[in-house]
Nanobody, 122 residues
Framework: VQLQASGGGVVQAGDSLRLSCAAP????????MGWFRQAPGKEREFLAA????????YYSDSVKGRFTISRDSGKNTAYLQMNSLKPEDTAVYFC????????????????WGQGTQVTVSS
């Protein structure tokens, strides 16, 4: 299964970006889609996840209130809307899929996208 992450770029502090995670090969009705990021020299950090079936979502405290996860079932795509970006948000962002609700680390996610770079300048 291939997940295709896109939407990264170079922005200034305070700007917004929307990342996309497309899954063209299958539907994820029984899965959750999640977003992670990894900065150089740091571990991969959980950001948010959404259950495809009922759009139940949960977030890490570090992005709650600034980032919003959503999905479009017709396009088989999940999104991460990122507002009020800060330089410390600079990282490679990954999407992933799992069937287990409540995971908040990178362990246990079955499928991963290739990552998209987000750079926030001050």
């Amino acid at each position: 299964v291939q997940l295709q992450a896109s939407g990264g770029g170079v922005v200034q502090a305070g700007d917004s970006l929307r990342l996309s995670c497309a899954a063209p090969e299958r539907t994820f009705t029984n899965y959750l889609m999640g977003w992670f990021r990894q900065a150089p020299g740091k571990e991969r950090e959980f950001l948010a996840a959404i259950r495809w079936r009922d759009v139940s979502a949960y977030y890490s405290d570090s992005v709650k209130g600034r980032f919003t996860i959503s999905r479009d079932s017709g396009k088989n795509t999940a999104y991460l809307q990122m507002n009020s970006l800060k330089p410390e948000d600079t990282a490679v962002y990954f999407c992933a899929a799992t069937q287990v609700y409540g995971l908040v680390t990178a362990q246990g996610w079955q499928y991963w996208g290739q990552g998209t770079q987000v750079t926030v300048s001050s």
